[in-house]
């Protein structure tokens, strides 16, 4: 344990940034699940042999959608959370 208030922002912030690691962890495993019922329910519109294609496909899908987004905004906010421990 950091003995002093420099050392313990860093431990903080090193904590911000594996628990969204896990975050993005639960964010893809997610998005993997609806891509698969997607696929399951409509493969002639899901399924694509590109993945660039199949990627613009489940992206007409909202709940994909704002999933997606909400992985962007937590790598934003990831980032963020490191440059501020680089920082310190």
Known sequence: MAGNTRGKLKENFEGVHRNLDWCMKHINTSLELIAIQLMQLNPDKYKKDDAEE????FMTYPLYQGIKALGEGIETIDGLAQNIYASL
């Open 54 to 57: 199949a990627e613009a496909e």
